[in-house]
């Protein structure tokens, strides 16, 4: 097992959605480091993975800005407080850390131990769809793939792309050099990836190099988890394509995922909290955003700041047990613009 | 004025539902209780809210959007009837709506 040093600082912060990505403001403020935990590959959560260019109209003092824009101007409003960001990896296990506090391990290896562990994981982590065929769990992780993890899975094989998105555009230009053959299955002639993708797959496919077939996955074939073939339903009937390789992009939906095993009270699949200090029932670790459930609670972006606020004001006591916290505002601190950059 | 909803469940069984003006399909599906995901609340952002519409209705339905055709290729069995319930604004128009709950997965 890996016992690499575990990395130590103030607070972890699982879920860089807006906020999780506020609350390393409203920490950095009172002089606490925070390191980010998130499975996507970027910060943003829901703003940025299911609506970036979709108008949000409820943010105080901003009338308008989309739900990219809303994750561009916090990543920049936290800048100076330098959060570590840990991409592609899952909080996994918590566990009390020797000397106290708490010990974060992720689906990467990465181990943190930090006084204060805040959960700001939204609905939970972002999985991708699986297919919903009753044989698909025999053939997943051995030539049924949600994502590419190793090419080399893929490398001399005949490969089924199903999917009409950038992802699966993606991974079919990527492929398709090294592939055996390669396939791409579609339910309609119309793709929402990128033009420019669009534009070399339909060239691969003039070209004869790439199989495109409209239609909808019905069924898999194969012995052991080893696929064979997948049958499709077309507007001409079924059709069976013979394949060893299938890589089904669906989308993404939200699983509460790890954290349910971590001890925490739930409500209904969320984590119950006071609203002094939006802590769970484990002492130093907090939950705020869309994850957390107290009575009049609302699932708004608005709600997770103000929660975030309150969670710092105790994290830091938590932290700095020997200080004294002074409430003070940005406007007239001195301190507080030290810390943010703004004063010398 | 009312307007009635006719939903069929995954188990076969028929729900007369009312709705006012101005909800959407999915809004009186959620609203009833009937087991609708509807996991982005009507941001036609997660296909969660798919239904099949009566082949007589649908022609009488507005055309679905880029928007909703994109979201509908991430759900699975679709169909010519298929649609998003959250991008259906009811109206008096289209009181006696019939439409039939998709497959949860
Ligand atoms: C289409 C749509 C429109 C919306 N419009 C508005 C609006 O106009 N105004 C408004 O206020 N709200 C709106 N919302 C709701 C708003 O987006 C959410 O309230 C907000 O995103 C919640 O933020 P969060 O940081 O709590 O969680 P999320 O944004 O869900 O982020 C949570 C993050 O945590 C990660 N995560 C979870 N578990 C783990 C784990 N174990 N390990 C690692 N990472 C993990 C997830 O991958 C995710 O990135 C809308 C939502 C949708 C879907
Ligand atoms: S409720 Fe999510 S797309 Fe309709």
Redesign the interface.
């Known amino acids: 097992m890996d016992r690499s040093e575990p990395i130590r600082t103030d607070m972890v912060i699982v879920g860089a959605g807006p906020v999780g990505l506020f609350a390393v403001f409203e920490a950095g403020l009172l002089g606490l480091r925070c390191h980010l935990v998130d499975n996507l590959d970027k910060p943003g959560g829901q703003c940025a993975e ?2 970036p260019d ?1 108008p949000i109209y409820d943010i105080p003092a901003i009338p308008v800005c989309t739900g990219q824009e809303l994750i561009d101007r916090l990543m920049e409003q936290i800048r100076p407080f330098e959060p570590t960001f840990h991409l592609r990896q899952m909080a996994q296990t918590l566990e009390r850390a020797e000397g106290g506090g708490w010990r974060l391990t992720t689906s990467a290896g990465t181990v943190f131990e930090a006084p204060v562990v805040v959960i700001a994981a939204g ?1 939970g982590c972002f999985v991708p ?4 065929l009753p044989e698909a769990e025999r053939f997943e992780g051995r030539s049924l793939f949600y994502a590419v993890r190793r090419r080399a899975d893929f490398a001399g094989r005949r490969i089924l792309v199903a ?3 950038d992802s699966a555009l993606d991974w079919l230009l990527t492929l398709e050099p090294e592939a055996e053959e390669i396939a791409l299955v ?3 002639d ?1 793709f ?1 990836a990128a033009p420019d993708s669009v534009a070399r797959m339909r060239e691969l496919v003039n070209a004869g190099r790439v199989r495109l077939i409209i239609g ?1 996955i019905a069924g898999l074939e194969g012995e052991d988890g080893e696929l064979e073939a997948v049958r499709i339903r077309t507007r001409e009937g079924e059709v069976r394509h013979a394949c060893d390789r299938l890589l089904a992009f ?2 993404l ?2 699983e509460l995922g790890p954290l349910a095993h971590w001890g925490l009270e739930l409500h209904e699949g969320l984590i119950r909290v006071d609203t002094e200090a939006f802590e769970t029932n484990l002492p130093g670790v907090f939950a705020i955003g869309d994850i957390c459930w107290y009575p009049g609670k609302l699932k708004l972006i608005l709600s997770g700041f103000h929660e975030g606020a309150l969670m710092a004001q105790k994290a830091f006591r938590y932290c700095r047990p020997e200080e004294k916290l002074v409430f003070r505002y940005t406007t007239s601190s001195t301190e507080l613009q030290k810390r943010l950059g703004v004063r010398a | 004025m009312t307007i009635r909803v006719y939903v069929t469940d995954r188990e076969g069984q028929l729900h007369e539902l009312e709705a006012e003006p101005g909800w959407t399909l999915m809004e009186v599906i959620r609203e009833a209780g009937l087991p609708i995901e509807a ?2 609340g009507g ?1 036609c ?4 809210c798919h239904v099949y519409v009566d082949e007589e209705w649908l022609a009488r339905l507005e055309e679905p959007s ?1 928007d909703e ?2 979201m ?7 169909q010519d009837n298929s649609r998003l319930a959250c991008q259906i604004r009811l109206d008096e128009r289209l009181s006696g709506i019939r439409v039939t709950l998709a ?3």
């Not at chain 1, 769809?129 to 919903?132: N, T, V």
């Open positions: 299911l609506y979709k609905a769809r699986r297919l919903p999917g009409g998105g579609h339910r309609r119309q929402r909808q669906y989308g939906k939200m | 996991a982005c941001c952002a997660c296909a969660t880029d055709n994109a509908l290729d991430e759900a699975f069995e679709v497959p949860e997965f």
